[in-house]
């Protein structure tokens, strides 16, 4: 859906990501939930921003993750991430 949606080929939303302040704040994020990480790759690429991906290494989680580990959770990440997708595209940066 990401696809259908920027065109970019993505395989992961992480939480690490380099922005330069500006950038991301321009992009005016609203979303406080599970839809925030894609709601900045959304964003960036409507912009015109470069959206790249690059494999870091990090260690196993050493919790439970608080969104896929509760139906309740799920259910949240499923609804925000649709709201996200369903944004119209914003017109690109001049």
Known sequence: MLRRRTGLRLHDLGPL???????LLALDLTDRRSGYPLQMVVR?????????????PYRPRTGKSKV??????????????RS???????????
């Open 68 to 81: 896929t580990g509760t139906w309740r959770g799920t259910w949240h990440a499923v609804r925000d991430m």
């Open 17 to 23: 990501r380099a922005a330069r302040r500006a950038d």
């Open 84 to 94: 996200v997708l369903r944004e119209p595209p914003a017109d690109p940066a001049p």
């Open 44 to 56: 960036a690429s409507d912009a015109g921003l470069r959206v790249a991906e690059s494999d870091v």
